[in-house]
Nanobody, 112 residues
Framework: QVQLVESGGGSVQAGGSLRLSCAAS????????MGWFRQAPGKERELVAL????????KYADSVKGRFTISRDNGKNTVHLQMNSLKPESTAEYYC?????WGQGTQVTVSS
């Protein structure tokens, strides 16, 4: 049974930082690329960042380039999303995902 469990969300002021983590189990973690997605109220879920199985390749949404960093630790079956210079428009539920599996999400709220 594949499980993805996100953590690290919270409430911050604009300009602040948060680090999200996603702990994976039930799969050979190092074989899969991982992604972070987000969904704001009333909006569709959107891709935030992707990382390849070995961590060598990353991809970001234009809206977060230069502020967010995705990383992974294959030894600990975890993927992280470091979010800096947060903006109110970053407010959303953040999800990690791989191969059709999704975590339960973690809420990020950024106040102005």
């Amino acid at each position: 049974q594949v499980q993805l469990v996100e953590s690290g969300g919270g409430s911050v002021q604009a300009g602040g930082s948060l680090r999200l983590s996603c702990a994976a189990s039930g799969l050979n973690f190092g074989d899969y690329s991982m992604g972070w997605f987000r969904q704001a109220p009333g909006k569709e879920r959107e891709l935030v960042a992707l990382i390849s199985s070995d961590g060598g390749l990353t991809k970001y949404a234009d809206s977060v380039k230069g502020r967010f960093t995705i990383s992974r630790d294959n030894g600990k079956n975890t993927v992280h999303l470091q979010m800096n210079s947060l903006k109110p428009e970053s407010t959303a539920e953040y999800y990690c995902s791989t191969t059709g599996y999704w975590g339960q999400g973690t809420q990020v709220t950024v106040s102005s």
